[in-house]
């Protein structure tokens, strides 16, 4: 790696242990430490108190996590105790909180897990959500370019510096010399308007935020990782040790499998699901509307989904994509030591959060009464726009 820039996740890496994990005598992360804002519950109990999920964004006030809201307003968690929280806006807060056991669940991208396993956390991924990759390069309208070595010596924008994590495994594989690239941390949730107001040349989004931006005023070109990338996506990771305790995997997946529910229900009617999530966040509704709603959640839809033809069903995880992402950030340095998917991905819970009974799922989706405004909306047309903005 001689001759190359130090990477932001490196300097991270060197940091996260000795800085951002300050902990107490009895080796519980304070909330002063993370900046959390004391809202994180302490240790848990077992085999779990309230089971906590860690949003990887620092706000749940977004389309990306239907399935939850959806599988708690049909009652599919079936009495289990769980809650969501936002986290903090730092993007490596989702393993380090679920590493120290002050969130039970995250949901980082592939590149901020392979953070955590750079940093020696136990974690492993039990549940794929992003079976295409979301991620996607922003332009100003008619400055896209379709050859991304193009962004060699260019400036690319993100919402937090863990991102580079992100972007440098997926433009690797795409040719680019990523120590050409220059990253500029534009802060969350400013880091589209400061593309659309002339800053940098190209920005990081994701599929579903491309239409949360459109309802905010922000258009772009967009290169399309779901059309141009086999990298994975985002996914569900837990403590190692979790998977060794029988009481613990039980729980897992029966809550895994109310996910599971929640994203079949999704499929079947995705205005139902986005009115799940509307209900919980008004002022999210109101600005982003049934319209714009309805497709970001079609562009999620077709990432968590991906080919379920080839899939062992919602969460699997494809140990040759998985495996593929491992060695791209092993050639360019991201991780200094190789990963073997299989030794932190498994599938083995898998099976039992698809054991559910399809039929009723579907049914509950086609019974689901939708509001005027939702019902109104032509589904196979939204369908059909879904990649205009593509370049």
């Keep these: 790696m001689t001759g190359k820039k130090p990477s932001i996740l490196n300097m991270q890496a060197r940091m996260s242990r000795r800085h951002f994990l300050q902990v107490t005598g009895g080796g519980v992360v304070t ?9 994180l519950t302490p240790a ?19 389309l990306d996590d239907y399935p939850f809201w959806i599988a708690k307003k049909m009652g599919y968690f079936d009495g289990l105790d769980t809650e969501m929280q936002p986290g903090p806006s730092d993007g490596t807060a989702t393993v380090k909180f679920v590493d120290v056991g002050q969130a039970d669940m995250g949901f980082p991208s592939p590149g901020v897990f392979s953070f955590a396993l750079q940093n020696g956390m136990k974690l492993k991924s039990v549940f794929h959500m992003g079976a295409r990759d979301t991620f996607s390069i922003a332009f100003r309208k008619g400055e896209g370019v379709s050859d991304l070595k193009q962004l060699e010596g260019k400036t690319m924008l993100l919402g937090s510096a863990a991102w580079q994590a992100i972007v440098d495994p997926m433009l690797a594989a795409q040719g680019v010399d990523v120590s050409k690239v220059k990253y500029v941390e534009a ?10 107001g002339g ?3 190209a920005a990081l989004a994701w599929e579903g935020l491309r239409a949360e931006w459109i309802a905010t005023g922000l258009e772009f070109d967009y290169w399309l ?20 305790d029988s009481d613990r995997v039980a729980f897992l997946q029966k809550y895994l499998r109310a996910w599971a529910m929640g994203l079949e229900f999704g499929y079947q009617n995705p205005r139902a699901a986005v009115e799940a999530v509307f209900e919980q966040f008004p002022t999210f509704a109101k600005n982003t509307g049934p319209e714009l709603g309805t497709t970001s959640i079609l562009q999620q839809i077709n990432v968590f989904r991906g080919d379920m033809d080839q899939r062992e069903g919602w969460g699997w995880h494809d140990m040759a994509s998985w495996q593929s992402f491992f060695d791209q950030i092993h050639q360019i340095g991201q991780i200094s030591d190789p990963v073997k998917a299989e030794d932190v991905c498994t599938n ?7 054991d559910f009974d399809h039929a009723k799922v579907k049914a509950d989706a ?4 939708l509001s005027e ?3 109104k909306l032509d589904v196979d047309n939204i369908k059909s726009h879904m990649f205009d903005d593509a370049i």
């Design 31 to 39: 909330a002063t430490a993370l900046g959390a804002g004391g809202y």
């Design 44 to 62: 848990r109990a077992e085999p779990y108190d309230t089971f906590t999920w860690i949003s990887p964004r620092g706000t749940l006030e977004v």
């Design 187 to 196: 802060g969350w949730p400013t880091w589209g308007t400061a593309l659309a």
């Design 199 to 201: 800053q940098g040349d």
């Design 225 to 244: 990782g779901v059309q141009n990338s086999n990298l994975p996506a985002n996914t569900f990771i837990v403590r190692s040790a979790d998977l060794e």
């Design 348 to 354: 083995e819970l898998i099976g039992p959060a698809n």
């Design 366 to 369: 086609d019974a689901y009464e």
């Design 373 to 375: 405004d939702f019902a």
